[in-house]
């Protein structure tokens, strides 16, 4: 090379050391701080990526930590309704020891008492100081809010909120539609003329249990009905008996004021009384002129005919009018015995001849064998063990049956279907729990009962997404003496001067309603607990596991995209320092080229 100006060999030589020198100083930066993309020239495409990641990260594990926070809150309530529940079952025991007083002194009675009164106070204390970070638990604040009309309130005999996500919703309306409505079982026993023929033995069962029942020979319903609801609280089966509906006869006569209507008098449980034969009526013609009126009877195997003769004046013509004929009927016993009479208007018109008719459109009385409540679970069993007992499944179609069972109801709640349960309709979603109970009265087709959710609850984001998919809406009720209980009273009404407490246990207090009070009052506790145990462990615990492996899954993903391989690295970094090392000494050479050049000049 004989050109000095430019020195193309020390140019190209810089190059290549720049680029060395490059490479050098970004693998000391990326073995420096362990990442692969230290500004958005590294990568720009995995930069993006990279910063997604991370964000999704970051959500994950706030949300791991949400849940683990919604745990200890859960946790925390769970652990005083549990100490609620020890309290119940030391007033169970104490009622059930109080109950005992033919063993038990007044005085010992009274100090079981003071117990009782002692555990209802500690089940409010509990209630009113339960808190996690200074917020209430159990006092009914983390409850949703609920509105209802008059009307609707007035179907219902109970109603729950347990969970409900609002979303972008500031209400949510629930809208529950009876379908096909609960039944009770029951089975339908007809009067007999004079009652059982022969001693009767039965067996009534229930869902409650069975008794033997042992019939007398000429047993009326009554006497039926009452044995069996003498036994009520063993079996849950309770009779009841509707009446005949006597029957009738209507004589319309031309004249006002001269109809006559004949009603069957007899008292029998049967319709046909203890002959078993219908009753006709008649209104026969004078037996001449001037003639009085008068009652004569003609009667078979199947009917007893009443012959009315009317009186007549000297031409032949009746002179008897509705109230005459009501005058002569009710002053003679044995029509008062068959029939009653009773007349149009003021009676005054002539009654005309009429052909004989028989009383119609009558039933006998029955007797109706019901479950005690409603539902699938509930049975009215009778087994005839000696004697004549038939029962059928109703008066109206007849068929023998001896086994009934009930039904639940069917209902759509919001237009989905409810899982129903006697007169209850639940509906369990991801985003909705909750429960209506109707009365009997509204236990209908086609009824609807409404109501509104208007806030409160407790509402838990659980989920990396900011949406109702990713929330929990928990609704815990007030769970004190007030509002623990059911049918059977409150809880409260247990304490001294509450009306049901031990010391006012008699005739007009059974003992079974302490008990029943306590019972529905722990099926309450234990509902609410194991629905909260349900969420902490099937959703909240279910959650983080599944968070758990996201957050590794898209660290991975993340760490393949930033993180440094320092084994690759540590090669990329020989790789330079030797190319460095070598453009160094290139240049070197290259620098002293144009030297040679002063070897001519010599």
Known sequence: MTRINTNVASIRGLRSLNKSTSLL?????????????NSGKDNPSG?????????????????????????????????ALGEVTNLLNQVRGLVQEGLNEGALSSDEIAANQLQIDTALSAINRISANTSFAGDKLIDGSKAFRTQASA???????????????????????LDATIVTAATQASLDYS???????????????????????????????????????????ITGVTATKTNKVASNLVIDSAAVNSDLTFTDARTSDSLLGST???????????????????????????????????????????TSNATSIKTLL?????????????????????????????????????????????GSDEFVDVNVLSGTFDTVDNVTDANALSRDIGSDIVARINGQ???????????????????????????TASNTASLTITGGGSLFQIGQDVSAAGQVGIGIEAVNTARLGGVSGKLFEL?????????DVGPAVPGADLVNIIEEAVNRVSTLRGRLGAIQKNVIETNVSSLGVALENISEARSQIVDTDFAVETANLTKAQILNQAGISVLSIANQNPQQVLSLLG
């Open 25 to 37: 100083d970004q693998s000391l930066t990326r073995l420096s701080t362990g990442l692969k993309i």
């Open 47 to 79: 930069l993006i990526a990279s910063e997604t990641l991370r964000s999704q990260v970051s959500a994950i594990e706030q949300s791991i930590k949400n849940s683990n926070r919604a745990s200890n809150v859960i946790a925390t309530a769970d652990s």
């Open 151 to 173: 009307v609707d309130s007035a179907k219902l005999s109970d109603f729950q909120v347990n969970e409900a996500v609002f979303g972008s919703s500031s209400t949510i309306t």
């Open 191 to 233: 009067a007999v003329s004079g009652g059982l023929a022969s001693a009767t033995t039965i067996e009534v069962g229930g869902a409650s249990g069975s008794q033997v029942l042992f019939l007398g020979a000429s047993s009326s319903l009554d006497n039926v009905r009452d044995a069996v609801n003498g036994v009520t609280d």
């Open 276 to 318: 078993g034969q219908n009753i006709r009526v008649a209104i026969t013609a004078a037996n001449g002129p001037n003639s009085v009126a008068g009652i004569t009877f003609s009667n078979n195997n199947t009917d007893i005919t009443i012959n009315i003769q009317v009186a007549s004046d000297a031409n032949n013509a009746i």
């Open 330 to 374: 009710d002053g003679n016993a044995d029509t008062n015995a068959l029939i009653s009479t009773a007349v149009e208007g003021a009676g005054a018109g002539v009654v005309d001849v009429t052909a004989a008719a028989a009383l119609s459109g009558g039933t006998d009385a029955y007797l109706t064998f019901s479950a005690s409540n409603y």
């Open 417 to 443: 279907v409810a899982q129903g349960s006697g007169l209850q309709a639940n509906l369990r979603s991801q985003q909705l729990d909750a429960s209506f109970s109707f009365t009997a009265a509204a236990n």
């Open 495 to 503: 304490g001294s001067g509450g009306g049901k407490s031990l010391l």
